[in-house]
């Protein structure tokens, strides 16, 4: 454990390194991808007024701590008619109707979004950080997903290696595992699942050229010896988040807690949903960038080991990946 952590602090540190060049760059790399990933919200927003049957949580505190002692009244039953409360009773239900079929419409849209275009620019934007340790790193680089001729291929690769890794947490979706002895293991299979496959991208954004399945496979093998080191530098990077949303947390909790204080939850809302997400984004290209930093070191044993070929990952430019004399090697 005291060897991943030292690593991935060195992982860390070499990730920032090679981003300093770099910023001007990713991280407007990475606001377009966080808004494209937004896209369908952002087209769906307005359509319902019943956020209440879209799970939107501050629905409850809203109704509860603001309208309470106003709508007491107005909510009664008592005064009205039957047409008028038969009138309520079907405008409810015809709200509800709208909002799923918003909600199901939106999810559609969403996963069509994320596939066909966020996942193939996320290639592009780790083949930049692959890129910026070697300073040749420029804007165009966030679209190779969509101009290197892959493009069906980069999409099986991210689709069957997020199939693999949350088949687990589809099982615990079901509700037919309850029980916490089962659904523990089952997370952290998830977990394990996904850092065996946390090179999957990282390998479409070095040569998109690898068959998609060699590429899981490639990803599965090299991950072996550095997927501690992976986790280790994913919950460093995460805490200023974690951090962040904590304070937010009981923030929010404390002003509705004292008797409708809505300053102080209004401030614990606008953090949570403002700060925390701010903070993950200057946090990710280091993240990132770091795992990037181990994936060169995996790769390199990979290739000392047999498991990646001479003919994969060719690139006459490249000496680091070329010969085995270059790179900066640290233990995983």
């Known amino acids: 454990m005291n060897d991943a952590i030292r690593a991935a602090w060195g992982y860390i540190g070499q990730g920032i390194c090679n981003l300093r060049g770099a ?26 007024r019943d956020t ?29 008619s039957e047409g008028q409360i038969l009138g309520e009773k079907l405008a409810k239900q015809r709200a ?35 890129k910026s340790a070697k300073g040749d790193v420029k804007f165009k680089m966030l679209f190779t997903g ?13 689709i069957v290696s997020s199939v ?38 990282y390998i479409l954004a070095d040569d998109p050229s690898i068959h998609f399945l060699r590429v899981i496979k490639i990803s599965w093998q090299a991950s072996e010896g550095y997927k501690l080191t992976m986790l280790v530098i994913t919950l460093i990077g995460s805490l200023p988040s974690l951090v962040c949303f904590t304070i937010a ?30 903070m993950g984004l200057i946090m990710r290209p280091v993240i ?12 390199y044993s990979a290739r000392n080991m047999g498991i990646i070929s001479p003919y994969e990952f060719y690139d006459p430019e490249d000496q680091i990946d070329n010969f085995d004399d270059g790179g900066m090697k640290i233990y995983g």
């Open 288 to 299: 990132d960038s770091a795992i990037g930093c181990a994936y060169e070191d995996a790769k």
């Open 249 to 278: 947390f009981f923030t929010e909790m404390s002003g509705i807690i004292d008797h409708k204080n809505m300053s102080m939850a209004f401030l614990g809302f606008f953090m949570q949903a403002i700060l925390t997400p701010i």
């Open 164 to 201: 693999i890794a949350s088949l687990p947490a589809f099982i615990m979706d079901l509700n037919l595992l309850l029980n916490m002895f089962i659904g523990v293991p089952l997370a952290i299979l998830t977990l394990v699942l996904t850092l065996y496959l946390n090179f999957v991208i």
């Open 23 to 48: 910023k001007r760059l990713v991280y407007p790399a990475c606001i377009l991808v966080a808004l494209v990933s937004l896209l369908p919200a952002i087209l769906m927003f307005g359509l319902t």
């Open 146 to 158: 969509f101009t290197n001729g892959r493009y069906v291929n980069t999409i099986l690769a991210l």
């Open 96 to 130: 509800k109707s709208r909002a799923i079929v918003v909600a199901s419409v939106s999810g559609v849209i969403d996963v069509f979004n994320k596939v066909l275009m966020v996942n193939v620019l996320n290639v592009g934007l780790y083949s930049m950080y692959l």
């Open 52 to 80: 209440e049957y879209l799970g939107v949580s501050r629905t409850y505190w809203v109704n509860r701590y603001w309208n309470s002692d106003s709508t007491t009244e107005a909510n009664s039953d008592e005064f009205k």
